[in-house]
C-alpha cells in the first residue's frame, strides 16, 4: 500500500516509521514521505540503510551518527549524491571539504568534530 501512497505514511505506527524497509519503499515511492520517517530510530546508526536513504535524499545524512557521518563510504555516497568528485587517495575530512565548498549548508550535517575545524568551516563560510 505504501509503494502507491507515500504521503500517507504520516499515519503509519512508529514502529513502522523505524522499519528500514517500509520506509526505504516510502521514500522511494515519494520523497514527502521522509518527513515522518522516526528521526530517532535506531536505523539512522544502521550503514546499510543510511547509505540506502542519502540515494534516495541526500540530505537525510543529518540524522546519521556521528560515526557514520564520518565513515568514508558514507561521505563518498554523500558526494556522489551531491555531484562532488571523489578520489581514492581521499580521506573524510578531504570529502567534507569538497562537500561544504560546493554547500556551505551542508556543514550542518558535518561529523562534531569537523563542524570544529577551521579548514572545514572557513571553506563552508566562503561558499
Known sequence: AVKGFGAAFQFASEDL???QEFVLAAVTANGDA?????????????????LSIIGLKGDALRYATDALKSDKDVVSALCRKIGVSVHDHMTVKDMW????????NSLQFAPNELRKDKDVVLAAVRT
Do not use: C, P, Q
Open 17 to 19: 516509521r523505524s522499519d
Open 97 to 104: 571539504l569538497a562537500v561544504v565548498r560546493k554547500t556551505g
Open 34 to 50: 521522509f518527513e515522518y520517517v522516526n528521526k530517532t530510530a535506531d536505523i539512522w546508526s544502521d550503514k546499510d540503510f543510511v
